[in-house]
Structures are given as C-alpha cells and as structure tokens.
C-alpha cells in the first residue's frame, strides 16, 4: 500500500521527531497528562510518516527564503552570549572570518568547508551524536567588526548567525554572538534535546570560553575536548586566515 502522504522532511528531522515522540509520550504518561502525551504521538507519526502537514503548508505558499520565514521575527530558537578577549580586534575577527577554524573551538560543529568567499557547508553533531549538515552564505561582512551569515538551499538546519567585534582598548576586544536556528523538530525538538543534556545557551557560553582560551593562551585546556593543543596551530590558524583581513 502507498502511503497517503509523500515524506517532505529530512531524515535527521524524522529522526527527531521520533525521538521527542518518544520522550513527550513517556511523559504524558508518567505525569496522566493527555495533552503531552497526544503532542508525542503527533511526533512520532511525524517521524513515522515523514509527513508534516505545517511544512506542506508553508511549502504550497511558496516561500523563497527559508530563513526569513523559519526565523523572522522572535522564531526559532535564538541564544546570544558575549565574551571580552584579549587579542587586538584585527586578530579576533581574522581568525573567526575564517570559518573553517569555528570546530576548533565550537564542540558540536565536526567541521566547516568553505567554497568560496562567502559560501560554506557545515556539519554538526546534534543531540545523540546524530549528523546534521546544511549550507549557508556570508550576508554581511565588515572587516573587523561584523560578520553576519544565514543557511541557504534545503537545509537539514534552518540557520542565521552574526558576531560583533568591538575593540575595547588597543589590546582586548570584546565578541558578541547571536545564533538563531529552527533545529528538526522546531522548538520541541530543542526542549527535548535538552531533555538529554543539550542546553544551547550552555552551548554557546562554552564555545566562547573555549575561544578566548585559544586566542590567548594558544590551546584549549579542557581536557576531552578535541581542538588545538599548541600556539604553533592558533598561529597556523590565524595565518591561514590573514587573508580575509586584507
């Protein structure tokens, strides 16, 4: 027999979906709570089906930018953190233009290719180890203050992101980023992810701990993390990135 509806979500979201099905129905049971446990098993049809009615929606209004529509406004999940560095403000943004550095300090990110000046394709690990990859375009770029990016195509992960530098003194400079993102599952999916331990404000605090330990002390000290252990990688790092500040 067919299935009634054609899938029109990604496998990682059906995976998510299933997943946060799973946890709400639990939930819904353990606490006799009807209206949890019937939003878990919508996820789980969803997972099931591969079918989301609210995606065939917006897909039949034809929108042209995903982005905009999946994260205007207050959409999506948003997390912004700031941190002061004490690195020249030249060096900050050099080394974050270079995008293929962001794993080196970023624990969820595997890896960042770029193709080109202002297009790159990312790989993540989300919540259980699952792979998650999309593809996203520089928007703005204001060397050494501002860069600012958004996923492009159809994306696993709908995504936008800038960070600010701003000098404070001649030798510190303090970074401010701001993520906003529609994991699968939508802000659902995001609560149970944290269900399993993936807070993404603790994320994004940790991220640029990481980062300031990198620029200043030239390896990151937290033990199980997998990134850069010596002055002698940030160097080739910030080499590498040399020219993105010309």
Request: charged residues 25%; glycine residues 10%.
């Amino acid at each position: 027999m067919k299935p009634m509806y054609k899938p029109n979500i990604s496998s990682t979201a059906r995976f998510a979906s299933t997943v946060a099905g799973v946890a709400l129905a639990i939930a819904g049971y353990q606490r006799s709570n009807k209206a949890i446990g019937a939003l878990g098993m919508g996820l789980l049809a969803r997972g099931a089906s591969g079918w989301c009615p609210v995606t065939a929606a917006m897909d039949g209004n034809g929108h042209a930018d995903p982005t905009r529509h999946y994260l205007g406004g207050s959409r999506g999940i948003i997390v912004e953190d700031a941190i002061t560095i004490y690195r020249p403000v030249s060096d900050v943004y050099s080394y974050w233009r270079n995008l293929e550095n962001l794993p080196r300090f970023m624990e969820h990110l595997e890896e960042v290719e770029t193709r080109g000046r202002f297009h790159s394709h990312w790989v993540a690990r989300g919540p259980l180890g699952v792979l998650v990859e999309w593809d996203a375009e520089v928007i703005n770029d204001i060397p050494p203050t501002l860069l600012s990016w958004k996923s492009v195509g159809d994306s696993e992960v709908v995504s936008a992101g800038s960070v600010r530098f701003k000098p404070v003194g001649e030798h510190a400079t303090q970074v401010r980023v701001k993520l906003q993102y529609d994991p699968p599952a939508g802000k659902l999916g995001a609560t149970v992810a944290w269900l399993f331990g993936e807070d993404p404000q603790h994320q994004i605090a940790e991220d640029l701990r990481r980062f300031k330990q990198l620029l200043e002390a030239g390896e990151v000290t937290t033990s199980e993390y997998r990134a850069t252990q010596s002055s002698q990688k940030m160097r080739r790092g910030l080499d590498a990135s040399e020219e993105y500040a010309r």
